[in-house]
């Protein structure tokens, strides 16, 4: 796949420009010191897993609606990078709260709902992986997608509201930026972009080519 | 539509409780839950209401899953589910059969988890008790409306219990949460400020999983093995 080859060395570019953005270009932070830099990573993951579930979430209704088996490869695909991502974003915004304020851990309402996005989504992948039939799995794959995208707004709310009466340990992010702070930001969402073009469509690649393998493979078993 | 979903809730709750094992396990794990919980107070000192808030929403979730898990398994055996879907019966009114005995098993277990709260977790109603009803009653339809969608996971048997708790668990905590928070205040006696706004969670919630049970559920109960 040339397309795939072409992307991962402009994801491997732009993810070095990232990191030059990060540790040349973008100023110390007074407070925190080089933890902050975390920021500029923890961010661009978190917000491409989310929109990894909104891929989920638009593949699977599409799915619904017109039964193809290419967006129930899209949905798995996006599922996988965004529970991947999700990860590593609760992996690093975990360390910056124990460098931060002394915690792995605080119910703060964006980590919240990471948490329990990477919860419904690894249970999603577990269920992808459960061997039920193929067609009935797509569609309960696909159920579970709509039901899981309809939860973020209720769970990221519900998790607002919990935290507002308890001590808030965490001040908000990313408040207070200089211009060259948000430009990083800015570069280094780019290129998670790019990284997470590249998962994306080389996992919907190798999903489309194990399809056709299951199809040969049954092919061949009816035609002996 | 109505008509045919209260005769399979009908239908349902008779099998549930007369020799069903659904509601006797759900009720047993619930009371085993709560009083293994009661084990993490030290001796002489009082379980916090949110804490016994918590762990009587817990008992609940953990029956929900039981009692989902038989309403499907009964249809599982000698074909019942092709018969039942052959029948000029809608899909709709299977989900909101299933959804209503779910929530009326689901409210029977929970008749037997709050004394339990009271006895095992030194829980009292110094709250008030509308606050108390309105709030079970708005929980426990959302417990329904998503579990007698997802329940139907379980079709087949392809997908296990187990698997459905770890889907159903995180999808719940919206209003899990709603309900911990205003049970909290009821067990104290002294209400959350922000009663009002969980209120309106467990409402949304109510909504949006109401409304995505009904649109969705004809895709997941078919006759697929």
């Given at each position: 796949m040339p397309n795939i080859k072409i992307l991962s060395i402009l994801s491997l570019a732009a993810l070095a420009v990232g990191q030059w953005f990060i540790w040349s270009y973008a100023p110390l932070e007074e407070t925190m010191g080089v933890v902050q830099k975390i920021f500029y990573?923890?961010?661009?993951l978190a917000w491409w897993a989310l929109v990894s579930f909104f891929v989920v979430f638009v593949a699977s209704i599409r799915h619904l609606m017109k039964r193809d088996a290419g967006s129930d490869i899209l949905a798995g695909a996006a599922a996988e990078v965004g529970v991947l991502m999700s990860g590593l974003?609760?992996?690093s915004g975990s360390i910056w709260g124990r460098a931060a304020w002394n915690v792995w851990w605080t119910w703060d309402p964006r980590l919240t709902t990471t948490l329990i996005m990477w919860f419904v989504y690894a249970g999603y992948l577990v269920l992808r992986g459960s061997g039920m039939g193929g067609?009935?799995?797509?569609?309960?794959?696909?159920?579970?997608?709509?039901?899981?995208?309809?939860?973020?707004?209720?769970?990221?709310?519900?998790?607002?509201?919990?935290?507002?009466?308890?001590?808030?340990?965490?001040?908000?992010?990313?408040?207070?930026?200089?211009?060259e702070m948000w430009r990083t930001v800015l570069v280094n969402l780019g290129a998670f972009g790019v990284l997470w073009l590249t998962l994306v469509l080389g996992r919907f690649g190798l999903g489309r080519a194990e399809e056709r393998a299951r199809a040969l493979l049954l092919g061949g078993r009816e035609g002996a | 539509m109505l008509r045919r979903a209260a005769a399979i809730a009908g239908k349902d709750l008779r099998l549930s409780v007369g020799g069903g094992q659904g509601l006797v396990q759900a009720m047993l794990l619930g009371l085993l839950l709560i009083f293994l919980f009661s084990l993490s107070r030290p001796t002489g000192e009082l379980v916090s209401g949110q804490a016994a808030a918590a762990i009587f929403w817990l008992a609940s979730a953990f029956g929900l899953v039981l009692v989902f898990n038989d309403l499907f398994s009964l249809e599982e055996v000698g074909g019942c589910r092709l018969g039942l879907l052959s029948s000029p019966v809608p899909e709709h009114s299977v989900w909101l059969g299933k959804g209503l005995a779910g929530f009326l098993l689901l409210v029977l277990s929970q008749m037997v988890f709050l004394p339990a709260a009271a006895v095992f977790?030194?829980?009292?109603?110094r709250g008030s008790v509308p606050t108390l009803v309105l709030a079970l009653i708005g929980v426990d339809w959302g417990l329904a409306a998503l579990g007698a969608l997802l329940g139907a996971l379980a079709q087949g048997q392809a997908a296990r219990e187990s698997l459905f708790s770890v889907i159903l668990f995180p999808l719940l905590l919206p209003v899990l949460l709603g309900g911990i928070r205003i049970f909290a205040g009821v067990f104290s006696g002294e209400p959350a400020p922000d009663e009002a706004l969980w209120a309106a969670i467990i409402v949304a919630f109510d909504a949006v999983f109401s409304a995505a049970g009904a649109f969705l559920f004809p895709f997941l109960y078919t006759g697929e093995e």
């Open positions: 990573i923890h961010m661009p974003a609760l992996v067609e009935r799995r797509a569609l309960v794959c696909a159920v579970l997608g709509v039901v899981a995208f309809l939860d973020v707004p209720l769970v990221f709310y519900s998790a607002r509201i919990w935290r507002s009466v308890h001590p808030a340990v965490l001040a908000s992010q990313g408040g207070g930026l200089e211009p | 977790l030194g829980q009292d109603i």
